[in-house]
């Protein structure tokens, strides 16, 4: 059996439970990952020569429990406060059942505080929580190992500056608290699910990453539907990875891919997901409207047969509740197939002048393909030019000066 692996899987499983029970003992996260850490480093030496434990989480639970005792005693027994530390975890374990759930809650919502930039929370949250090593979420977000892992270590810092309190909010400030924790989850999801640098369109690890923050999210708070409904969003969207790619990892634009390749367990999951988040009998918020979009597109057998009818109705209530430029190209997209390339351009017009527009490769390669419909091929070329020039990774490039190639040759 190889023993690394197995420590490698268990601390993927249970180094959110640790490292949020010791967080919550010990008020410092650094220190507590620190101790964590270390109690992992006693498996990989110790289970080799001894084998792995039958209960794995207890057997660590207790190595890091005695860590942190003999750092308390050692270097702050003058301190009071810390020596009372030291026999609350003589006490104490981590939580099971709710004190469990409340805990690793607890673990999420200080990783995604507002105090720490989207980047930061991003980054603290794969490796608190999803158990991703720095050199992992350094190769997730493309940028040295050196600079993620002090990018991780001054978010610590900054938590523990700001003596951020290792609790879950109250009700007065878990919405707002919960809205920005969901868009880390997103922001993580969306990385890999269209790349916004580098070589690879999709990076499928890293999307899969941020389902499973979502599936702990929907466990512990069953009754936020936009909790259920960002875990269906992500969940129909990931249907389709395997149609994305063509064989050499090209880009396959959603009109032309192979339906028969989405996942339909994921699609059914989604559903599923979606349909939780309408029976909470809450206000449906803006993650929950996508994917009803997108359950549109997953329930069409084929491109043509969607209700883009409900489509653009959808974009109208999103619209209203999260409005943006990025929102109204998007209704555009669904103006193209249910009202005409003419009302979509007039709709893309109107957002032309959004200085976000300007820097946005999507809105040229959606223009680009409005006029191309209108017969304005030369005018499409241009703009599929500009589109390409601003395209964030090397596959997208190569699409759009394909398709501005093709619109020229008209």
Known sequence: MDVRRTVEAVWRIESAHLVAFLARVVQDLGLAEEIAQDAFASALEQWPRQGVPDNP???????????????????????????????????????TGAAAD???????????????SRESRAALALRLVAGLGTEEI???????????????????????????????????????RLSAVLEVVYLVFNEGYSGTSGQEWVRRDLAEEAMRLGRILAGLLPREPEVHGLVALMELQASRFRARTGPDGEPVLLQDQDRSRWDRTLVAHGLSCLARARRTGGPLGPYTVQAAIAACHARAPRFEDTDWEAVVSLYDALVQLAPSPVVELNRAVALVHADGPQVALEALDAVRADPRMARYHLFGAVRGDVLLRLGRHAEAAEELERAAALAPTARERTLLMERAAAAASL
């Open 102 to 116: 409340s805990e690793l809650l607890s673990l999420i919502f200080v990783a995604c505080h507002p105090v720490l």
């Open 57 to 95: 989480g207890a057997w660590l639970t207790t190595v890091a429990r005695r860590r942190a005792i003999d750092l308390i005693r050692r270097e702050r027994m003058r301190d009071r406060k810390y020596a009372d530390l030291a026999t609350g975890l003589l006490e104490s374990g981590p939580g």
């Open 138 to 176: 350094a190769r997730a977000f493309l940028v040295p190992s050196a600079t993620m892992g002090q990018r991780i270590s001054r978010a610590k810092r900054t938590l523990a500056e700001a003596q951020v309190p290792f609790e879950v909010p109250g009700d007065g400030e878990l919405t707002a």
